[in-house]
C-alpha cells in the first residue's frame, strides 16, 4: 500500500529554519515525482515545490524561491523540504504528494493522486 508521512514541522521564530520530512512505504519514492504544496486556514491549497523522478529536476513557486529547497534521500526513500528565512506568512499546513503516473515536477495539484496527513508550520514570534 502506497503511504506518505510527514514529520518536522514546528514553531520557529522569523527568519529561522525547518527541515520537512515526507518519508515513503510501500513503494520507491525515487520513481515518480513528488510535490510540496501547503495551507494556510482560509485559503486554498497551494503548490509550494517539486522535485521529478531521479531528481533531474525541481521547481519552486515564486514565494519560496531562494529559500526552500527540495532534495531526496533514496536510501531512507525520504523526500525533504529545506526551509530557511521563514516568515509568518509560511505559516500553514504542509504536505507533500506522489504518483505513479508522475515523474516530471509538476507544480499541480491534479497531478498527484497520494496524500500525506500533513505537518504544521507555524512562524510565529
Known amino acids: 500500500q502506497l503511504q506518505l508521512v510527514e514529520s518536522g514541522g514546528g514553531l520557529v521564530q522569523p527568519g529561522g529554519s525547518l527541515r520537512l520530512s515526507c518519508a515513503a512505504s510501500?513503494?520507491?519514492?525515487?520513481?515518480?515525482?513528488v510535490g510540496w504544496f501547503r495551507q494556510a486556514p482560509g485559503k486554498e491549497r497551494e503548490w509550494v515545490s517539486c522535485?521529478?523522478?531521479?531528481?533531474?529536476?525541481?521547481n519552486d513557486a515564486d514565494s519560496v524561491k531562494g529559500r526552500f529547497t527540495i532534495s531526496r534521500d533514496n536510501a531512507k526513500n525520504t523526500v525533504y523540504l529545506h526551509m530557511n528565512s521563514l516568515k509568518p506568512d509560511d505559516t500553514a499546513l504542509y504536505y507533500c504528494?506522489?504518483?505513479?503516473?508522475?515523474?516530471?515536477?509538476?507544480?499541480?495539484?491534479?497531478?498527484?493522486?497520494?496524500w500525506g496527513q500533513g505537518t504544521q508550520n507555524t512562524v510565529s514570534s
Open positions: 504528494a506522489t504518483d505513479p503516473d508522475t515523474v516530471q515536477a509538476i507544480g499541480a495539484i491534479q497531478a498527484y493522486d497520494y
Open positions: 522535485i521529478s523522478s531521479g531528481a533531474g529536476t525541481t
Open positions: 510501500g513503494f520507491t519514492l525515487d520513481y515518480y515525482a
